[in-house]
């Protein structure tokens, strides 16, 4: 059964930064793709960020510049977060495809089927 569990959320001053995890586990073969996800009370869910078939980061464009996405070979997606404000306030979660994309269509969260609990951000002003 895929699992997928987000850490590393926490508080944290605007300007600061902060680094989520994601540990997958359950998946077998090689065949999926995962991203990130927020949502803050009252919002939608957006995209932040996705890795794509080709091992290239996509990210929504609130995140460029300041977001970076990236996997390690033991399962564990990580995103790092830079300049945080106020406005990235929300409940992050992790996502798993096991379908394969290319760019900036691995950012829609309609077509992953696995998601985590989700870690909560909190930037305070």
């Known amino acids: 059964q895929v699992r997928l569990v987000e850490s590393g959320g926490g508080s944290v001053q605007a300007g600061g930064s902060l680094r989520i995890s994601c540990a997958l586990s359950g998946i077998t073969g090689s065949r999926y793709l995962m991203a990130w996800f927020r949502q803050a009370p009252g919002n939608f869910r957006e995209s932040v960020a996705a890795?794509?078939?080709?091992?290239?980061p996509n990210y929504a464009d609130f995140a460029k510049g300041r977001f970076t996405i990236s996997k390690d070979t033991k399962n564990t997606l990580y995103l790092q977060m830079n300049s945080l404000s106020p406005e990235d306030t929300a409940m992050y979660y992790c996502?798993?495809?096991?379908?394969?994309?290319?760019?900036?269509?691995?950012?829609?969260?309609?077509?992953?089927?696995?998601w985590g609990q989700g870690t909560q951000v909190t930037v305070s002003s």
């Open positions: 890795i794509d078939r080709f091992d290239r």
């Open positions: 996502a798993l495809r096991e379908t394969l994309c290319s760019g900036i269509y691995c950012l829609s969260g309609r077509t992953y089927m696995y």
